[in-house]
């Protein structure tokens, strides 16, 4: 998404009852490239919400917020719900399964795809996970056993991250892994 891609005007305010909401439509305007009225990044300060509340109203345009009682009369006020409907995501209907320690490669390669993480990377995922883009385009994470798991896999394709490529050395024309040999040459004990 870019700055054309918000689908609001400046008249607009976006009424977020719940933090849950209030994040995701911060998350769409950053996206978007729109920021607070004092240049910071909407997810810099998304942890406000408490400020007003379940009243809180954001217009992402102009970068400010108000309880929802000192909107302007003027103006418009939607509801999270449908700023978010309105913002649904092009999905490329793909999950991945957790992989330990590759973390940060599977959410690299959601947001590749276009998807919005609400943590920073992780190197750790769950192996009993899968991970996958929701129709709003944020990143989620759902336990293979749940419905929704079980709901993604009937629907979407499964990626598969590329395996990890192993340094190889060649030795008298024979290829040996870096690994293995340097396993090996920790036994050896020099020529004086």
């Not at 919400?49 to 939607?78: H, Q, S, Y």
């Not at 340094?167 to 290829?175: D, F, K």
């Amino acid at each position: 998404m870019m700055e054309k891609d918000l689908k609001v005007g400046t008249r607009t305010f976006v009424h977020c009852p719940t933090e849950e909401l209030y994040k995701k439509v911060l998350e769409i305007g950053d996206k978007c490239g729109y920021t607070w009225y004092s240049n910071e990044s909407f997810l810099t300060k998304d942890k406000d919400w408490w400020c007003f509340g379940k009243d809180t109203c954001v217009n992402l345009v102009w970068g400010v917020r108000f309880p929802i009682k000192e909107v302007p009369a003027d103006k418009i006020i939607m509801t999270a719900e449908e700023f978010l409907a309105l913002h649904e995501f092009d999905n490329k209907k793909v999950y991945y399964r957790g992989v330990p320690g590759r973390g940060n490669e599977i959410i690299g390669a959601l947001e590749e795809l276009g998807g919005i993480t609400e943590c920073p990377k992780i190197q750790e995922v769950y192996a009993d996970s899968l991970y996958f883009i929701d129709k709003y385009g944020f990143i989620c994470e759902y336990h293979n056993k749940s419905l929704v798991a079980w709901l993604v896999q009937q629907a979407f394709t499964e990626a598969f991250i590329p395996g990890v490529s192993k340094e190889t050395l060649t030795i008298e024309g024979i290829e040996y892994l870096r690994e293995d040999v340097e396993n090996a040459l920790k036994d050896l004990k020099p020529v004086k």
